[in-house]
Nanobody, 120 residues
C-alpha cells in the first residue's frame, strides 16, 4: 500500500472528523514532488475530487465542501490531512487520497480509503 488513509468513522450531522493519509516508505522520496488531493466515492457514484493542495500549499475545494473542509499537508511527515467540519449526510462516502501530477494524472495506486458515514 503506497498511501494509507485513516480517520474515518460514524458521526452525526454537524460533527467533525480529521482524515490522515500517510505515504509509505516506498514513495516518501517523491511525495514532495506532487500535489496531493482527497477524493470520495459514494455507493453507486463515481469518485469525485474533494480538495487538492499544491506543493506550495495552495488549496482548492469542490463547491460542496467550501467553508467546511480544510486540506493541509506536512511534507516532513509525508502526510496530507482533511479536516471536515459541519458534516452532512451527503458527505457519506469512502475517502481516498492520491498524488496528482502537473498533467492531472494520478501518481499512485488507489489504496483502500477510509469510510465516512454521517447520520442525520
Amino acid at each position: 500500500v503506497q498511501l494509507q488513509a485513516s480517520g474515518g468513522g460514524l458521526v452525526q450531522a454537524g460533527g467533525s472528523l480529521r482524515l490522515s493519509c500517510v505515504a509509505s516508505r516506498s514513495i516518501t522520496s517523491v511525495f514532495n514532488s506532487f500535489d496531493m488531493a482527497w477524493y470520495r466515492q459514494a455507493p453507486g457514484k463515481e469518485r469525485d475530487l474533494v480538495a487538492r493542495i499544491t506543493l506550495g500549499r495552495v488549496a482548492n475545494y469542490a463547491d460542496s465542501v467550501i467553508g467546511r473542509f480544510t486540506i493541509s499537508r506536512d511534507n516532513a511527515k509525508k502526510t496530507v490531512y482533511l479536516q471536515m467540519n459541519n458534516l452532512k449526510p451527503e458527505d457519506t462516502a469512502v475517502y481516498y487520497c492520491n498524488g496528482v501530477s502537473s498533467i492531472g494524472t494520478y501518481a499512485w495506486d488507489w489504496g483502500q480509503g477510509t469510510q465516512v458515514t454521517v447520520s442525520s
